[in-house]
């Protein structure tokens, strides 16, 4: 996508979240069982933002630079719409596929909507990225998938537009990780759903002899999709990051003491510079380290590490800061400030803290 046609897709969802997008949907989706809006989520392939994901030439992907304005818009606006069952981690993962036909359909089931996918490689415990406990081993069984899975997964996202789940699992037959696809409606595939922090639904995953099709080899594509879900995951923090820098100055302008505006004192200035300033160095941070991942530059994954840890930290300083230059009213369901400040520790806990980010950092070569 160019430069003109980007500034018109920016332009277009702007547009779309002022008019699609208000306070009203916030208490709506609380009351909706899948924790989002069909209609929404229609409209969007309407839109034609599924298409972005469609490669050029023969590239098995589409550049992760289009896909930025799409979760900024998501995360200015609060979308609840599952965007990483379809644009996330799934991809990443089919652009590993040596088959090209298998590829091509799975890719043509996201890009229609008809076969979303849910991303299944966290284990239960303490969140740390690497530690695959889920195995798979051969079925004995005449039909079927060809492999069983046992195990469990938490913290999957979208589970209810979900037909099937993209498994990480270590390959009994040869002792190495692997990506499998499960069929939702598998025997043997346990569903624990919950409400996630943001008033989202999240579900907890257990395999018992689950039968699966082998995808492909795991490390290369774990990584990929690791490396693209904390990418776009930063693109969002970065939507919530412009929505609570301008809530705050907006309500600062707003409110008055002493007789003039509160954004008129010099020491509330200086922390919304200083949170603008936060902003803007993620925003350069989150578009160098997708051209990295767009040219598979080598080291991308001390890069990616990086963007987890400066993003959460600029993220959790601004939220916390926006809901304190509220003050009460920052808690509010009335205000999308303190909703940023939820979906912000929702987006910290997706991949591995930042801390286990940073201690991984401190250990990278």
């Known amino acids: 996508m160019d430069d003109d046609a980007l500034h018109l897709f920016e332009e277009t969802l702007a547009r779309y979240n002022r008019e699609r997008y208000d306070a009203g949907q916030w208490s709506d989706y609380g009351r909706l069982p899948q924790g989002h809006s069909p209609e929404r989520w229609a409209e969007l392939q309407a839109m034609g933002c599924f298409e972005l994901l469609r490669p050029e030439d023969d590239d098995r992907a589409a550049p992760m630079a289009d896909l930025l304005p799409l979760y900024a818009a998501a995360g200015e606006a609060l979308w609840r ?9 799934p991809i990443a993962v089919i652009a590993q596929l040596a088959d090209p036909a298998r590829r091509r359909a799975l890719l043509e089931g996201l890009i229609s909507g008809e076969r979303p996918l849910g991303y299944a490689h ?11 406990a889920t195995t798979a081993t ?32 270590i390959d009994a037959e040869r002792d190495v990780p692997a990506v499998f696809l499960v069929d939702a409606a598998a025997p043997g595939l346990q569903l624990q759903r919950y409400r996630s922090i943001d008033d989202g639904i999240a579900a907890d995953l257990r ?19 690791n490396a693209r879900g904390v990418i776009l995951a930063a693109a969002e923090a970065l939507g919530i990051m412009r929505g609570a820098n301008r ?34 160095e993620c925003e350069a941070l989150v578009a160098s380290v997708a051209e990295a991942f767009d040219h598979a530059a080598p080291m991308l994954s001390r890069q990616v590490l990086v963007l987890r840890v400066e993003v959460a930290r600029a993220l959790r300083h601004i939220t916390r800061e926006a809901v ?13 400030i303190g909703r940023y400040y939820r979906r912000a520790l929702m987006l910290d806990s997706l991949h591995g803290t930042a801390d286990l980010a940073l201690e991984a950092l401190s250990e990278h070569p």
């Open 122 to 132: 966290r284990e239960t415990g303490d969140g740390a990225a690497d530690a695959i």
């Open 247 to 280: 809530d705050s100055t907006d309500y600062l302008r707003e409110r008055r003491q002493f007789g003039q505006p509160l954004l008129g004192f010099q020491a509330l200035q200086h922390r919304l510079v200083e949170m603008l300033m936060r902003q803007r």
């Open 324 to 336: 304190q230059l509220h003050g009460g009213m920052g808690v509010t369901q009335a205000l999308r």
């Open 138 to 169: 051969k079925s004995t069984a005449a039909s079927g998938a060809g492999w069983r899975l046992s195990g469990d997964k938490a913290m999957v996202v979208g589970v209810d537009v979900c037909t099937g789940f993209l498994v990480s699992a």
């Open 207 to 225: 395999f018992d002899q689950a039968p699966a099709e082998r995808l492909c080899d795991g490390a290369a594509a774990i990584a990929a999709a």
């Open 81 to 89: 719409e599952p965007l990483a069952t379809v644009f996330a981690e």
